[in-house]
């Protein structure tokens, strides 16, 4: 007979402490409530016969000797997984936009962040250790970003305010909301209002730089934040190997059994810095060779890079398999022999009951798609939360790639105002390059206007997810516009794997006009 017991959960830390006070516990006696006990416990399942409770039991009367056993299990044996079973918590504070994005790049971790889009900024920010002799040009640059956020904003909440259609957006995203919790909202003018003033926000924070401080509820496992050590202690900004020795001394404190491999390596520390090298003395030469490009299709900034042109076929082999156990080349000719109707037909039987919160079936992983994107800053900070797609961001560019200005800016007559701010920062960006400042930190002076190139690689089954998510009417514009394009370019090569793609609150009529009821 099954039987599931509860293990442990994150408790809220200054609340032990404080029940620790109650119970007259010491220092010692507090800092041995750590997670370690539960990865000591889990690693002796498969080693000894005695119940899991009780293995947990053992390991927290005989600490000491539990964190033994995790160094023993972790680096002499191998057993890293171990360590995933001790989960830390951690708030983050006083941080810049571009430390999280170091940060929200490991990908297995769980991240709040504190958002510039509900938010009205005070203009805090971070002085970066790098602009030390050239601090007061800094500080002007971003006072004057930061003065002319608030000014815009007072003009866009009027904007949106005034605008008919925009006023009938919010008001058909409250009726929607109303529409999925089942609950009337009692001051619908209000919900109404606060769905036009967050659009201003977000629209205004185009012009806040990447020193803007942010704040953020962080959760990992102990393997996982071993892995951020390693990598942020080779970081080049002196903000992000200071956060990555502040994780690393309240990690040690509380599970200092489970960070033993917290030191960069040289994998870490130099192999991106030799691949620049080697890129650029060995294979940026002239080559008298063919001129050969990948099959590209574009839709405003974003390129679906070598399309896969059999991807229907692939899909519906794939569900053939499923159904029927056969192997897959077997499945795949049966695929291919298919009309397209026959075929669209073995697609709509697998999403029949699918709803707007369902995943598609896990077939679809096996379409794969890349794409290469240039997005703002601002664009870049929502779709970095798709941490299981992958996701390789280059460096800022501003000189090549510009930035983006939002259709409200130009709208309320505000473009004059907002490139006088990028140009203020273009200025100030190639005057602190020319003063040869560390590259890595130049970014701190862009803007969330600014842009940057990304490649990214999903599966279909993703990409659902990110449409879904991004096309919805609740989403971004910013974002909503690049995840149109990726789905838009993909309907292009897989009209029949692709044939729900859409926003939730699209899902439901789409849906209806397929399968006709």
Not at 27 to 38: F, K, Y
Not at 100 to 112: D, H, P
Not at 320 to 330: C, D, G, H, Y
Not at 433 to 453: M, Q
Request: with cysteine; glycine share 4%.
């Amino acid at each position: 007979m099954v039987e599931v017991k509860l293990a442990g959960h994150n408790v809220d830390r200054q609340a032990l402490e404080e029940l620790a006070q109650k119970a007259g516990l010491s220092e010692d006696e507090l800092r041995n409530l750590t997670p370690e006990t539960l990865s000591a416990a889990y690693a002796r399942i498969s080693r000894f016969s005695n119940h899991v409770d009780e293995l947990r039991k053992i390991a927290r009367e005989e600490v000491e000797k539990a964190r033994r056993s995790n160094k023993n299990i972790v680096f002499v044996m191998g057993h890293h997984s171990v360590a995933e079973h001790a989960v830390l918590n951690f708030d983050i504070l006083g941080i810049s936009r571009l430390a999280i994005e170091f940060l929200e790049a490991q990908r297995l971790c769980s991240y709040t962040e504190k958002s510039q889009r509900y938010i009205t900024m005070e203009g805090d920010y971070v002085t970066p250790f790098e602009f030390k002799r050239v601090k007061s040009d800094f500080h002007k640059l971003v006072d004057f970003q930061n003065k002319n956020y608030f000014e815009l904003y007072d003009v866009l909440k009027d904007y949106f305010k005034e605008n008919k259609e925009f006023v009938e957006r919010a008001n058909e995203m409250v009726s929607l909301r109303e529409q999925l919790t089942e609950q009337k909202v009692k001051d619908k003018e209000k919900a109404a209002l606060g769905i036009l003033d967050g659009w201003a926000k977000e629209d205004a924070r185009y012009t806040l730089s990447m020193a803007t401080e942010g704040q953020l509820g962080f959760t990992t496992n102990a393997r996982n934040l071993e892995m951020l050590i390693k990598r942020g202690s080779a970081h080049p900004l002196k903000e992000v190997r200071d956060l990555i020795n502040k994780l690393f001394k309240a990690g040690d404190y509380i599970t200092p059994s489970l960070l033993l491999f917290h030191k960069p390596t040289e994998y870490f520390k130099n192999t991106r810095k030799e691949m620049v090298r080697y890129v650029k003395k060995e294979l940026t030469k002239e080559r008298n060779l063919p001129v050969l490009k990948p099959e590209i299709l574009r839709d405003k900034n974003v390129k679906l890079i070598s399309p896969d042109n059999d991807a229907d076929n692939k899909l519906v082999a794939t569900l053939i398999q499923a159904a029927t156990n056969k192997p897959f080349s077997e499945c795949y000719h049966n695929a291919v022999t298919l009309g397209d109707d026959k075929k669209r037909e073995v697609v709509k039987k697998a999403l029949e009951n699918i709803e707007q919160w369902d995943a598609v079936p896990r077939e679809f992983e096996m379409i794969n798609l890349h794409y290469e994107i240039v997005m703002s800053s601002s664009c870049f900070a929502q779709f970095k939360r798709h941490r299981m797609l992958t996701l390789l961001p280059l460096a800022y560019d501003p000189e090549k790639l510009g930035f983006t200005i939002p259709p409200s800016i130009e709208d309320a007559g505000l473009e004059p105002k907002f490139r006088q701010v990028m140009n203020a920062t273009h200025d100030v960006y190639v005057k602190f390059k020319k003063a040869r400042i560390k590259k890595e930190a130049l970014p701190y002076l862009l803007t969330n206007a600014h842009n940057r190139r990304i490649t990214v690689n999903l599966n279909a089954r993703e990409l659902y997810h990110v449409s879904r998510l991004r096309e919805d009417m609740h989403a971004q514009w910013d974002v909503s516009e690049k995840a149109a394009s990726m789905s838009n370019l993909a309907i292009e090569v897989m009209p029949i794997t692709g044939m729900l793609l859409a926003g939730k609150h699209e899902f439901e009529k789409k849906k209806r006009e397929i399968y006709k009821k």
